[in-house]
């Protein structure tokens, strides 16, 4: 497939995930909450999970926000992907979405819906907004007592 229309069907895709999310809502329970903003964009998300019995395991995310496309759409591809992960699986997906917004990784096979968000690296201005959802995912998991107050991080 040329470029040009495998960047093409990357862009429908985000467009279609930003207008039909599949995961927008609130997990229950709330297990995990954590509010997270993008100020150079000015997105903002509010994740929400439901955790395993042993708290080990993400049964479900879901995310409410506004943003732009790009920022919705990652929120949207990375809930379907964490679906059944332990925590420990989550954080290495968030540390190899980091790398691929430098160009540096890409997801195997079983993940590679999340290749889509690739050619986001391109445009430096919009890699903050691709990696909203997981800097605000890795806040959420390494928050100790769970439910937060409502204080949002920034990824400034
Ligand atoms: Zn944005």
């Known amino acids: 497939m040329a470029l040009d229309n495998l960047r093409d069907l990357y862009q429908q ?4 995930r930003y ?17 997270g903003h ?5 997105d903002t998300i ?34 379907d992907a964490l679906r059944g992960k332990t925590t420990v699986e989550a954080l290495e997906m968030v540390q190899r ?9 890409e997801f195997p096979q079983d993940l590679r819906k999340l290749n889509v968000m690739q050619g ?17 995912l890795k806040a959420a998991l390494e928050s100790p007592q769970g439910v937060q107050p409502a204080a949002a991080i920034s990824n400034e």
């Open 120 to 136: 986001v690296a391109q445009f430096p201005v919009r890699i903050k907004c691709a990696n909203l959802s997981w800097h605000t």
């Open 97 to 105: 979405f980091q790398s691929m917004m430098r160009g540096e990784a």
């Open 19 to 35: 207008k039909k999310p599949r995961n927008r809502g609130k997990s229950n329970p709330v297990d995990r909450y954590q509010k």
């Open 38 to 42: 993008n100020p150079s964009c000015g």
């Open 46 to 79: 509010e994740l929400t999970l439901k955790l395993s019995e042993a708290g080990d395991r993400i049964d479900e995310v879901k995310f409410e926000g506004e943003g732009c496309a790009i920022a919705l759409a990652s929120a949207d591809l990375m809930a």
């Open 13 to 16: 895709v985000i467009l279609e």
